[in-house]
């Protein structure tokens, strides 16, 4: 089929298999592999992006269903990438508290702790948790992953 | 490969359900694509339901909350009808799957894939709950203890789509309980969860009260005896006590990956001694 969608800020066209899965369009047809896919049936987050303005898990969508939506994945906070100076704040704040290990489950962290900041700037530590509890980190026991949140979102209280 | 049809109206979905042969309904999809990877289902077309708005409408029908079989469970959870109508069902989607799961897996979707785990199912049961199906002959409603037949069975007739779910308003019930053990806080199957709805009189005593229990029976679980049992007695731990003993002689769980049949059955009448937390604390004492 003819797709059509704004990713990352830029409307896309491209022929796709409508039946294709989203994860696999990103990462093996659009080489955008910071979306990644650690099981395939949405028990681990790994696969996390942002469909006009809601998370959802790639692994578990077809591109037919991406026609016309605005999507976000990690690529899309890169702003180092796109020639900035600085990091994505929630990047840097990950940076800063050592909340990345082997780093798999960063870009689905960081998207998810992103989405939470964006609408709750004021969360605690049992919103945040929650808000992380569909991306799975076998590495760091999610402490310095909260830490990361939490920092994030005491910057994003301090944006004039 | 399958070919992905988007319709937008209910005829348009009747029509596809008439004309295509081995055609799968995608709603949130997290059920669905697990299917189709592990090859369980090859259906050669696939209707997904995004663009079905009338599918996602919750309402106050006035006897009834309605909610359209295509509403996420984080619509539901969003929505001022479920958090003041129908509690129980919103304490039972917090606990299901993960936020991600929530923005995308509906309703209907839990009530059709009839999982005996199936988290939507002992609050609906509880609230008596209607499902409303739509098909080239009109609309039928039955109760859903009728439509869901045993694990991942429904009633669904070819032609027929699960459109709405009804919840009767009244009788209205003060106390909504739900909970759900599982093996971690997020993304896990149930392996016991219960739902309870309650009513109290002002001396204490249990005016009204429906339970039903997931994943320990081929469908979700109602106990009458245990309810028999609490009906007029006070909330506290002896009669507590004498209706667990009733659940774990009445369920009749499995050994699976996730539990032995044992451990359902201890669990599944301890979760009615965690009502307790709804008596009146003792004369000048601490709840326990």
Known sequence: ?160 | MADVFMPRTLDELLDLKEKKQSLALFAGGTDLMVALRHHRIQPKALACLDHMDAMREITDTGNHIAMGAGTTHAGLLASPLVQEHIPVLARALETLGSPHIRNMGTLGGNIVTASPAGDCLPPLTVLNARVELASRDGFQTLPISDFITGPGTTCLKPGQILWRVLVPKTPAYCIHHFEKVGLRRSLSIAVVSMAAVLNLAPDGCIQAVRMAWGSVGKTVVTCPEAEDILSGNPLDPAVLEKAAQAVMQWVNPISDVRATAGYRRKVAGNLVLRLTRYAAPPEGGVRP
Not at chain 1, 33 to 56: H, L, N, P
Not at chain 1, 136 to 159: D, P
């Open chain 1, 1 to 160: 089929m003819d797709l059509t969608f704004s990713l990352n800020g830029t409307a896309l066209t491209l022929d796709a298999p409508s039946d294709q899965r989203v994860v696999d369009l990103f990462r093996e047809t659009l080489g955008l592999t910071g979306t990644k896919e650690g099981c395939g049936s949405g028990e681990c987050g790994a696969c996390t992006i942002m469909v006009d303005g809601q998370t959802r898990l790639a692994c578990l969508m077809v591109a037919a269903q991406l026609q016309g939506r605005s999507v976000i994945t990690i690529e899309g906070l890169d702003l180092t990438a796109q020639g900035r100076e600085q990091r994505h704040p929630v990047q840097e704040a990950f940076v800063q508290a050592g909340a990345i290990q082997c780093g798999f489950c960063t870009p689905g962290m960081v998207l998810t702790v992103t989405d939470l900041i964006n609408r709750s700037p004021h969360a605690d530590e049992t919103e945040i948790r929650r808000a992380i509890s569909g991306n799975l980190c076998r590495c760091t026991g999610y402490q310095k992953i909260v830490e990361a949140a939490q920092l994030a979102a005491r910057w994003k209280q301090e944006e004039p």
